[in-house]
Nanobody, 123 residues
Framework: QVQLVESGGGLVQPGGSLRLSCAASGRISDITAWAWYRQAPGNQRERVAQFITGANPSYADSVKGRFTISRDNAENTLYLQMNRLRPEDTATYYC?????????????????WGQGTQVTISS
């Protein structure tokens, strides 16, 4: 069992930056894939960044070049650095963790999810 807690959301102006954190506890050694998703009102949930152990991270086209996913193994924390933020980045952001089975066989809603943290980009 893995538990995830997101933090770091808030209100920022367009062009600003935020760093989201996802603190993980439990069976961290079982996790193969870490990811950040977001969902805005009226929109489908979308994956914005994914980090696979031993591989390069991947990003949605809408955030590529602006967002960076990283992991601090010593602190068991996943991060999402968000730069040059735009109003369309406004959403609730969720951390997700999948073990090998969930990553290779289970559906897109599999794994463990955090409670979400709100990001609002507005003047």
């Amino acid at each position: 069992q893995v538990q995830l807690v997101e933090s770091g959301g808030g209100l920022v102006q367009p062009g600003g930056s935020l760093r989201l954190s996802c603190a993980a506890s439990g069976r961290i050694s079982d996790i193969t894939a870490w990811a950040w998703y977001r969902q805005a009102p009226g929109n489908q949930r979308e994956r914005v960044a994914q980090f696979i152990t031993g591989a390069n991270p991947s990003y949605a086209d809408s955030v590529k070049g602006r967002f960076t996913i990283s992991r601090d193994n010593a602190e068991n924390t996943l991060y999402l650095q968000m730069n040059r933020l735009r109003p369309e980045d406004t959403a609730t952001y969720y951390c997700n963790a999948r073990n090998v089975y969930e990553y290779t066989r289970a559906g897109p809603n599999s794994g463990t999810w955090g409670q979400g943290t709100q990001v609002t980009i507005s003047s």
